[in-house]
């Protein structure tokens, strides 16, 4: 693993914004960034990213399989009673799970390291996908990289495979909130691979999604919402005021209600205590549990519930060395070890290793000047060289 300075191409902004990438440039600072590339080997994707990623997904999956009828895994991760058995019955259902995104630290040279799954509403997916396989073949065509590089990235072919699987001939809506630039555009993009895999679409604002008389989900134009993807997270449709009405809408939802499981940071904790000393797990407890203490005076402390590093402190021999401001942590915190993000040239990167229907298949990296990963932190592409 090596990061690369690199010329950008002259007409990267022109390109993007061609592309839909609106979102390349956020309050005047660069998020594609491509004036440095990570360059991995072809060992290196197959057995210390791709490899670990499908194991910690089947460990996920075996931790949803023992929580979803276990009220003492349900009570910890804080989820409201009242959803217990819509997430049960998803689960039952064998409900499927569009995509996924697991956010690992990795040097090269130790094996990587979990830090949290993105397991509901992950965005970066179109740049992941798309956007960085165009500076790929733009970059070998323009000798700015070698002529060899390859890329770890089949997501796209996935999602509209995927799409296939899961939608069948139905029509899909898709909703967010869509006054966000990034989350529109994740939408559109989403939207665009179920068009290639034959759904017929609408979409929609999340704010915009009414209630009939007989207890339907309905667009403005009163269709009925038979299956839908949804930008937005399940702790929040919990608390929204239709929230009582999910359980009995016959509403099928992307990403399903069980995966409000995984989108928790509480299964830090538990994935550690299924599996302890996993090589590619760190060591992680809930705040209140006595177990706390064995990580000293130096961890990690995230909310359970968070979004884009917010709330987030790294704390070093008992002094906070960085920390998000935020509006999460009401529900409780769980504290991980301290694992350095590697420090390449000044950046810190973190790398996203993205499932589709349960298989690994593309890598995206974003770094920063700051240990914590945030809105901001840049995108950076990828190669194998």
Not at 9 to 26: L, M, N, P, V
Not at 133 to 145: D, M, P, V
Request: proline letters at 6%.
């Amino acid at each position: 693993m090596q990061r690369i300075t690199c010329p950008e191409r002259d007409d990267w902004r022109a390109t993007a914004e061609s592309s839909g990438f609106d979102f390349h440039t956020i309050d005047g600072e660069r998020y594609w960034d491509e004036r440095a590339y990570y360059a991995f080997s072809l060992g290196e994707i197959e057995h210390e990213i791709e490899a670990p990623t499908a194991e910690i997904d089947a460990m996920c999956l075996e931790l949803v399989g023992r929580a979803v009828d276990d009220e003492k895994y349900l009570r910890r991760l804080k989820i409201p009673e009242a959803f217990w058995p819509l997430m049960s019955e998803s689960w039952r259902k064998d409900e499927p799970s569009l995509y996924g995104r697991l956010d690992l630290s990795f040097d090269g040279k130790n094996p990587a390291k979990l830090l949290e799954y993105n397991a509901d509403t992950p965005t970066s997916i179109f740049e992941a996908a798309v956007f960085q396989w165009t500076w790929l073949e733009q970059a070998i065509e323009r000798n700015i990289i070698p002529k060899r590089a390859d890329q770890f990235n089949s997501i796209h072919e996935r999602l509209i495979d995927a799409w296939k699987k899961l939608g069948g001939v139905r029509h899909l809506h898709l909703a967010g909130m869509t006054d966000s630039t990034e989350d529109s555009g994740t939408l559109a993009y989403l939207e665009d691979t179920a068009a290639q895999a034959g759904l017929t679409t609408t979409l929609i604002d999340i704010e915009d999604i009414g209630l009939a008389e007989d207890g339907r989900f309905v667009d403005l134009d009163d269709c009925a919402i038979e299956f839908i993807f949804k930008l937005y997270p399940w702790e929040w449709m919990f608390r929204d005021e239709f929230g009582a009405q999910l359980a009995k809408a016959p509403t099928r939802w992307i990403e399903p209600p069980w995966k409000a499981i995984l989108s928790n940071k509480g299964i830090l904790p538990l994935l550690w205590e299924m599996f302890p000393n996993h090589p590619n797990l760190l060591p992680a407890w809930f705040e209140d549990d006595p177990g706390a203490a064995k990580l000293g005076t130096s961890f990690v402390r995230k909310p359970l519930f968070s979004r884009e590093g917010a709330n987030v402190a790294l704390v070093s021999a008992g002094s906070t060395l960085a920390a998000q401001e935020g509006p999460y942590g009401a529900e409780g915190y769980i504290r991980q070890a301290f694992a350095p993000l590697p420090n390449f040239s000044g950046q810190y990167p973190v790398l996203g290793s993205w499932l589709v229907d349960h298989t690994p298949c593309g890598l995206s990296i974003r770094e920063d000047e700051n240990p914590i990963t945030g809105n901001t932190s840049r995108f950076l592409p990828h190669a194998i060289l």
